[in-house]
């Protein structure tokens, strides 16, 4: 009558949770356990208070021994919650795993429902359903694949650092990729970090210099990842190193060839600070850079151009370190897991018209601020606007390209803090009077509240409301010569129009403009707003829905320092976790390929939305690498010729599961059967 | 700077009801008083005042805060932010009962009553708190009256604020203060302090004191 895959006779027990009053509240528990011990192939059939608990995963294991069960069938929660609980109840018993099924009816029955009446039916034609499907359940062994012990992180913020750090110190090898032409990201042009005030620098430089020095990680600055496959524990990565006409291993940083250089003064934009500042062709991005190393921006460097430069900077070199014709490299590696730790960008505040920015001079972004406060940037510590005056009145707009439909939805989470930062900053050099315009302040972190009491209480003026416009026009002579801020003061409920000397807009964080790239890349998903997607928003914030690769900082989404730190950490713990135990196992509802049947369509290979299908252009049929492979099932689906198996899903299983729920079905046990016959 | 629209102007011939004055509002950085939050934070040794978060815990708490035309939660906005001549003309500081309510309740212990104290020396001390207020015309009364004879009376208390705020409200509350009279409750007379000069040298004492603690 029923094909069993076996020689065994479907011996089935049975098994329904109360959940405390979860589900007895609402299903008739006992009713439902009553009408299972009749359908055939049942031979044990319980209801059990807390069948999660050890005395009731003790019921099965019992079973199993004395009834000779070889299938289980539990009625409780979600499989998220207790799927695998059970399966290890059932393997400990001496039973195949996969002879274990689950049925939800806490989630799909009693939290939903609210007469009782329904929700035992409902229960009873799952719990029916689930008893015809086990009858075609087959065992299956879980795979394992080894982990390569080397780890890639990509971008050298305060995260990869972090992260490398981490795993360098456990003794395992790391590459460390970084676009730039130095690590350190965007912590490196922060003046000081909030609420401590500790200094950036002070903080960070160490930290760099031991990624530079440490044995175990190899740093590889101006390269950028060409290319990646494999799957976990065995990821094959190409490095594109690109050149900065400066041989690396040569180069001291003794920064000779920038004397030499024939532009005797700096004329190109800086961009470590942010344009504030003028740097030549050949330059060091910043004095702390790690590694030391020069590099030629060919954008702007005469020889590039004309090929008629005089080249007194490789006169000037002793070590023969500069190479104009270097080109790209690659690297070919083996690592077993990923770390991304790729970061933000800044809102372009030129994008907000309303408050200026590009138009008058003396509005600057958060960033430029940071630079323009910090003792090395361009004024050497100095607030001066680009006007070469000391202000004496600063107003901090919050809230640019956050919080605004126009532009980005969400709360950029750090501005408010930085922006007391800078608010203390600006007032600690100019003693100007400054002006906070806030929608809501924000300020959620061990010290922060009390930062702000602090901020506060220097005298720093708080006026609640989002800025309509910063304007030049002056309606009274007091306003002549200055930015006018326009503004609802929403606590007391008048309109206010405040001059000042310099406006700071506290731009929010936003995805790098290439997220989505890095994204394709690397196989992972982004969220609505282009930061990369976690597993889990709780419980697996730096997991990504491909293993071995994990995420860590502001690539994630916008927060500050100690929380990228944290996840690095985490990131960190995950990739070492992995290489620890050395192998992973893998969930084996995996499809694979009856070659009898393939055509060689190659339909299912663009469907892979984990690139798990190949082609095998020998024998012309499609391959599925079973690392790779979900278990999604959309292959199996879209196979014209029916010719994909999938593990769990076979079609016996899922066709006896809809004719077991099926209400014709079920009436009377003697007359499904011979329906189904 | 407020300037006044005559919008009557604008109206229909003959149709002035319902035409209210528009008075333009915004408020000029140059109008406000920047050294005012000082003043009132050295007065009420209320140096707290700087770190309200502005909650509103302090006017929902007020028992009379709907009948202020600004909120005490306001108030102390408007302090920080310089508002001194809207602050000192305002309502709320006659209103304020001395409860503590406020106070009690205030998360960030700012002395909310101590700072409406501060407004009213302020605001009498420039001579711009309504005159005809009663609260207002009666803490001056009352204190006038205590530092010259050293003890307060409440009979000539009343006569003083009635005539000096609504005389006719005399008139209707005879009957009660006759009553009162008759049962012992209230005298006319004026009391005094044997040695009424004493509690003028106090405080001035005290005064001076204080004058040279903050210099």
Known sequence: MFSTNGNNTPRIGFYVCHCGHNIASLVDVEEVRKYVATLPGVVVSRDYKYM??????ELIQQDIKENKLNRIVVASCSPLLHEHTFRVATEKAGLNPYFFHMVNIRENVSWVLDNREIATEKSKDLARAAIRRVFFHKPLEKKTVPINPAVLIVGGGIAGIQAALTIANAGKKVYLVERDATIGGHMAMFDKTFPTLDCAACILTPKMSA???????TLWTYSEVEKIDGFVGDYHVKVKRKPRYVIEDLCV????????CIYKEAK??????????????????????????????????IDFKSHRCKKTCIEACDRDAIDLKQVATYENINVGTVILSTG?????????????????????????VERLVNASGPTGGEVITRDGKRPKSVGIIHCVGSRDEKSHKWCSRVCCMYSLKLAHLIKEHT??????????????????????????????????????????????PEEEQKLTIRVEDTLIGVVRRIPVDMVVLAVGMEPKDDASEIRRLFNISCSNEGFFLERHPKLAPVNTFTDGIFIAGACQGPRDIPDTVAQAGAAAAECLSLISAGSIELEPNTASIIEKYCSGCKSCIPLCPYTAISFKEDIKKAYINEALCKGCGTCVAACPSGSILQNLFEDDQIFSEIDGLLKFAGIEPEKKEVLHA | ??????VKAFAPSGATNGYRDIHRKIKYESELNKGFKNRVAELSHGEKLYSCIQCGTCSAACPVSHYMDYTPRKIIQMVREGFKSEVLSSSTVWLCASCYACTQECPKGIKITDVMYALKREAISGGIYPKRFPSAVLAGSFFKQVLSFGRNSEGPLLLKMYMKTNPLMLFKNMKLGFKLWKTGRLSLKTEKTCKKGDLKKLLSDIDKQREEVTL
């Open chain 1, 431 to 476: 003693g100007a009077e400054v002006y906070n315009f806030y929608i809501d302040m924000r300020t959620p972190g061990k010290g922060y509240e009390e930062f702000y009491d602090k901020l506060m209480n220097e005298g720093v003026h708080f006026v609640r409301g989002r800025v309509a416009e910063v304007t030049d026009w002056a309606i009274i």
């Open chain 1, 211 to 217: 990624v530079k020095s440490h044995p175990n990680i």
């Open chain 1, 253 to 260: 940083g003794c920064m000779d060839c920038i004397e030499a």
């Open chain 1, 52 to 57: 999660c608990s050890d005395p009731g995963q």
């Open chain 2, 1 to 6: 700077m407020d300037t006044t629209i005559d």
């Open chain 1, 344 to 368: 933000f960008q800044t809102y372009d505040a030129k994008l907000s018209p309303q408050y200026g920015y590009g138009k008058f001079p003396n509005v600057y972004t958060s960033l430029e």
């Open chain 1, 268 to 301: 190109y934009p800086d961009e470590f600070n942010q344009g504030l500042s003028k740097r030549k062709p050949i330059y060091i991005p910043f004095p702390q850079a790690t590694p030391m190393v020069v590099l030629f921006d060919p954008e702007t460097c």
